[in-house]
């Protein structure tokens, strides 16, 4: 757009086909990388952990058994600020920091100490695929054992070993280890009820020399009882967290409870430092 108006046509650029990318995971599915993947997943699930306690109900789920409620947090830009100056002293990121919040606080309400969270990938390998227009992404699924006597920052460094050795093996399809857990006992309503879904873009562009604000939109609808969605779009702007939930396996008030909770570890750790998991 701003290339048009300056100066009235647009600059070539590279053109890529999907199919390329069928071409390629097809190659992926029948070489020696898909069974070491395959392997390395059955390996992370080779039982099932005891289900959340809102997992364990979800038999009983009537009407519109999709439907989705959200309760917003803001957090302040200076306290969200002085988190990620703390999460650069002890080598991880934010994302990892915030997935320990997450576990930690899961763990304490609900005595679970084997939880499984889903995340996102991009899944494009290549610069052709990420400049290729089309359906790319796989969800992996981070199963984290809870040691209530670490720290939240060690448990974010727990985080990031086991993440980094989840990326060597992104690209083994999520529905194929969900056929696997299937076949387990103690199998219950999929592989994780919980996603973590963590956008950090940079908009701050403008168009015509007006400048660019998002605004997420909720669909209302998730098969995963919650689901949490930071957003950091603007480096001047506050950070949303989006706690989207059933309501009819968590009410307004535990959703509710679980924002504030959220809120009062960050600013804990913002200003006092690190805490331990059993102290939340």
């Known amino acids: 757009y701003n290339e048009l108006l300056r100066c009235g046509s647009l600059p070539g650029f590279e053109r890529h086909s999907y199919a390329d990318f069928i071409r390629d995971?097809?190659?992926?599915?029948?070489?020696?990388?898909?069974?070491k993947d395959e392997a390395f997943w059955h390996a992370k699930f080779p039982a099932?952990?005891?289900?959340?306690?809102?997992?364990?109900?979800?038999?009983?789920?009537?009407?519109?058994?999709?439907?989705?409620?959200?309760?917003?947090?803001?957090?302040?830009?200076?306290?969200?600020?002085?988190?990620?100056?703390?999460?650069?002293?002890?080598?991880?990121?934010?994302?990892?920091f915030l997935l320990a919040c997450l576990f930690a606080y899961l763990s304490r309400v609900t005595g679970c100490d084997d939880i499984v969270a889903g995340t996102p990938i991009l899944n494009r390998s290549n610069h052709a695929f990420r400049r290729t227009a089309g359906m790319f992404m796989n969800m992996m699924p981070l199963r984290i054992p809870i040691d209530r006597d670490a720290s939240v920052v060690g448990l974010a460094a727990r985080i990031k070993a086991e993440t980094r050795t989840c990326y060597r093996h992104q690209r083994f399809p999520f529905g194929e280890t969900l056929r696997h857990c299937r076949s387990l006992d103690g199998f219950c309503h999929g592989v994780f009820d919980v996603t973590v879904v963590y956008r950090k873009l940079d908009y701050d562009v403008t168009f015509g020399g007006?400048?660019?604000?998002?605004?997420?939109?909720?669909?209302?609808?998730?098969?995963?009882?919650?689901?949490?969605?930071?957003?950091?779009?603007?480096?001047?702007?506050d950070v949303n967290l989006f706690f989207n939930y059933n309501p009819q396996l968590i009410s307004p008030a535990e959703a509710e409870q679980m924002a504030r909770a959220f809120e009062m570890l960050l600013v804990d750790v913002a200003v006092e430092g690190d805490r331990l998991v059993r102290e939340i």
């Open 25 to 35: 995971d097809r190659a992926y599915a029948a070489s020696e990388q898909f069974r």
């Open 48 to 96: 099932m952990p005891e289900p959340l306690p809102f997992t364990a109900r979800k038999g009983r789920l009537t009407g519109d058994v999709l439907r989705t409620e959200r309760c917003t947090l803001g957090v302040n830009r200076l306290v969200y600020n002085s988190v990620v100056t703390r999460c650069e002293e002890a080598g991880v990121t934010p994302f990892q």
């Open 210 to 237: 007006s400048p660019m604000r998002v605004t997420t939109l909720d669909t209302g609808a998730r098969e995963e009882t919650l689901s949490i969605e930071i957003d950091e779009y603007h480096d001047d702007e």
